[in-house]
T-cell receptor, first 116, second 114 residues
Framework: EAQVTQNPRYLITVTGKKLTVTCSQNMNHEYMSWYRQDPGLGLRQIYYSMNVEVTDKGDVPEGYKVSRKEKRNFPLILESPSPNQTSLYFC???????????????FGPGTRLTVL | AQSVTQLGSHVSVSEGALVLLRCNYSSSVPPYLFWYVQYPNQGLQLLLK??????LVKGINGFEAEFKKSETSFHLTKPSAHMSDAAEYFC????????????FGTGTSLTVIP
């Protein structure tokens, strides 16, 4: 089954304790992206990657890091989480060919993060 | 940066009534536009997208949207609401050239009253 998976699905942590949220897709997509969803703000893009070793900032990159060492994986790293990073996080992927700008993004199920 | 505005954070309709969810974009050049649906505790699913091929776009589950350049709008409609349509709906935009950066609206929560 074609899918985007995220782990963990739920995480409660404390301020300053480094964490990683993993994202993996099995569709051989070149493009991957991370979003955060907050009430009243919709989804905001954190980082995206056009291919292996190619990443760029989205709208709200502060406090986050990403890496793209393999095509299928795109982990989101919070090196020193703070309470304002409490949010629902989504990973997404899409093909980067044949109508690339408007190819469908496939979303993972989300990771709910609480930083105390 | 591009942006989209969704008017009405909450919309309630009766079962069988018309669904109208509003989205306006801000861009001097018509961008690519999308409508996504999010069911409770799930990720987002694409309903439909505007790619400049046709102004009236049909999507899944009976939804459609009409692109109106003069009004900078891309409103989502469905002639007859079903209980299963209750969800959060997001309008989104990406640029014509790269399709790398996405901007989402703040979302509209649709309630369907039996």
């Amino acid at each position: 089954e074609a899918q985007v998976t995220q782990n963990p699905r739920y995480l409660i942590t404390v301020t300053g304790k480094k964490l990683t949220v993993t994202c993996s897709q099995n569709m051989n997509h070149e493009y991957m992206s991370w979003y955060r969803q907050d009430p009243g703000l919709g989804l905001r893009q954190i980082y995206y990657s056009m291919n292996v070793e190619v990443t760029d900032k989205g709208d709200v990159p502060e406090g986050y890091k990403v890496s793209r060492k393999e095509k299928r994986n795109f982990p989101l790293i919070l090196e020193s989480p703070s309470p304002n990073q409490t949010s629902l996080y989504f990973c997404a992927s899409k093909r980067a060919s044949g109508g690339y700008p408007y190819n469908e993004q496939f979303f993972g199920p989300g990771t709910r993060l609480t930083v105390l | 940066a591009q942006s989209v505005t969704q008017l009405g954070s909450h919309v309630s309709v009766s079962e069988g009534a018309l669904v109208l969810l509003r989205c306006n974009y801000s861009s001097s050049v018509p961008p690519y536009l999308f409508w996504y649906v999010q069911y409770p505790n799930q990720g987002l699913q694409l309903l439909l997208k505007y790619t400049s091929a046709a102004t009236l776009v049909k999507g899944i589950n009976g939804f459609e949207a009409e692109f109106k350049k003069s009004e900078t709008s891309f409103h989502l409609t469905k002639p007859s609401a079903h209980m299963s349509d209750a969800a959060e709906y997001f309008c989104a935009v990406t640029d014509l050239n790269t399709g790398n950066q996405f901007y989402f609206g703040t979302g509209t929560s649709l309630t369907v009253i039996p």
